[in-house]
């Protein structure tokens, strides 16, 4: 599939489908628990084969896992029953020892259940493109050496603290090109922490080494998507920019209406439903609401605008309002003919 021609087609189309960031709220669907499906491949794609059936999405969006990376270089998770695994206790406690940190190989700890989860993915869904995700650099940095410390360590050891994110930015291009040689249609690279640096830190720390993956992976059969759900982003969009990706994706931590004009028209930018208070702890009219005002108020106006869920949507989320959702998205569209 040519991704390129698909995202011009996605910004020509007077009525767009959405791209939320919807997979764990598939473990309803198959009776299974979050911890069992970050763990087994055949799971994931179950869950994510019962998720494309259920709604008309624009792309099937794999998991969303921050701990896989970061478990690859021997950190240890957490893993519970109802959530997303998470990093135990820092790595790394000295950056001085980031020298001797070996960058691990592709399909090691559960990097490789992942991509087989997507392989087979690939061949469960094939009406809509199927996007693989991963952490960001920076991202991945700050769970190796403790995310409150991340942005401290840049000021106390800028040097090593670069060495780090060199060999998570050369450990994090092998795991994506093992994506997209199985077939992948594109990666949402998710840089969240990146959102806790000022604009000067993140042109430093994060914008080199996301451009550096990115200009290493894209094609014109393969996407880059960025996420970042800092509430910092607002002022960070020229470095966000300057990546290189080929469309942006943003959190509910911001306000779109300071988003959007700062996006070049022909650049897509996707956002921005709070998955919590919205998809989780909402109401299916209290949905439509939140649709048509995001869509209707501030950024239905911008054919580059895609609207999307912040984040990614937790495994909680009722059903009724994920369908209310899809619903209220076409309802809007339709009310403009």
């Given at each position: 599939?040519?991704?390129?021609?698909?995202?011009?087609?996605?910004?020509?189309?007077?009525?767009?489908?959405?791209?939320?960031?919807?997979?764990?709220?598939?473990t309803?669907?198959?009776?299974?628990?979050?911890?069992?499906?970050?763990?087994?491949?055949?799971?994931?794609?179950?869950?994510?084969?019962?998720?494309a059936?259920?709604?008309?999405?624009?792309?099937?969006?794999?998991?969303?896992?921050?701990?896989?990376?970061?478990?690859?270089?021997?950190?240890?998770?957490?893993?519970?029953?109802?959530?997303?695994?998470?990093?135990?206790?820092?790595?790394?406690?000295?950056?001085?020892?980031?020298k001797?940190?070996?960058?691990?190989?592709?399909?090691?700890?559960?990097s490789?259940?992942?991509?087989?989860?997507?392989?087979?993915?690939?061949?469960?869904?094939?009406?809509?493109?199927?996007?693989?995700?991963?952490?960001?650099?920076?991202?991945?940095?700050?769970?190796?050496?403790?995310?409150?410390?991340?942005?401290?360590?840049?000021?106390?050891?800028?040097?090593?603290?670069?060495?780090?994110l060199?060999?998570?930015?050369?450990?994090?291009?092998?795991?994506?090109?093992?994506?997209?040689?199985?077939?992948?249609?594109?990666?949402?690279?998710?840089?969240?922490?990146?959102?806790?640096?000022?604009?000067?830190?993140?042109?430093?720390?994060?914008?080199?080494?996301?451009?550096?993956?990115?200009?290493?992976?894209?094609?014109?059969?393969f996407?880059?998507?960025?996420?970042?759900?800092?509430?910092?982003?607002?002022?960070?969009?020229?470095?966000?920019?300057?990546?290189?990706?080929?469309?942006?994706?943003f959190?509910?931590?911001?306000?779109?209406?300071?988003i959007?004009?700062?996006?070049?028209?022909?650049?897509?930018?996707?956002?921005?439903?709070?998955?919590?208070?919205?998809?989780?702890?909402?109401t299916?009219?209290?949905?439509?609401?939140?649709?048509?005002?995001?869509?209707?108020?501030?950024?239905?106006?911008?054919?580059?605008?895609v609207?999307?869920?912040?984040?990614?949507?937790?495994?909680?989320?009722?059903?009724?309002?994920?369908?209310?959702?899809?619903?209220?998205?076409?309802?809007?569209?339709?009310?403009?003919?």
């Amino acid at each position: 599939m040519n991704m390129k021609k698909w995202l011009d087609d996605l910004k020509a189309s007077d009525e767009k489908k959405t791209m939320p960031i919807l997979s764990f709220p598939g473990t309803q669907l198959i009776g299974a628990d979050v911890g069992q499906v970050c763990s087994d491949s055949e799971l994931q794609v179950k869950m994510m084969k019962a998720v494309a059936d259920r709604v008309d999405s624009l792309a099937a969006v794999g998991l969303m896992d921050l701990s896989v990376e970061a478990e690859c270089f021997g950190a240890k998770v957490v893993k519970q029953p109802d959530d997303v695994p998470t990093i135990r206790e820092a790595l790394i406690t000295d950056l001085e020892t980031v020298k001797d940190l070996a960058v691990p190989e592709v399909g090691s700890a559960r990097s490789g259940i992942y991509i087989e989860g997507v392989e087979k993915l690939l061949r469960a869904v094939q009406d809509r493109p199927v996007f693989a995700g991963c952490v960001g650099p920076f991202s991945l940095a700050g769970r190796l050496t403790d995310v409150s410390e991340a942005m401290i360590l840049c000021y106390e050891d800028p040097d090593n603290m670069k060495l780090l994110l060199e060999k998570c930015t050369q450990f994090l291009i092998s795991y994506v090109k093992a994506y997209k040689q199985i077939g992948a249609h594109g990666i949402v690279i998710a840089e969240p922490l990146a959102g806790v640096l000022s604009p000067a830190l993140a042109e430093e720390f994060s914008e080199p080494y996301v451009r550096m993956l990115a200009d290493a992976v894209k094609s014109d059969e393969f996407l880059v998507i960025y996420h970042n759900c800092g509430n910092a982003v607002n002022r960070m969009i020229p470095s966000i920019l300057r990546t290189g990706c080929d469309a942006y994706h943003f959190g509910n931590a911001v306000d779109m209406r300071e988003i959007m004009p700062q996006i070049p028209q022909e650049v897509v930018a996707m956002g921005n439903i709070d998955p919590v208070s919205a998809f989780k702890d909402g109401t299916p009219s209290q949905m439509r609401e939140e649709v048509f005002k995001l869509m209707g108020d501030l950024c239905g106006k911008y054919p580059n605008f895609v609207i999307s869920s912040g984040c990614d949507i937790p495994a909680a989320a009722k059903w009724e309002n994920i369908d209310a959702y899809f619903a209220a998205v076409r309802e809007y569209y339709r009310s403009q003919k």
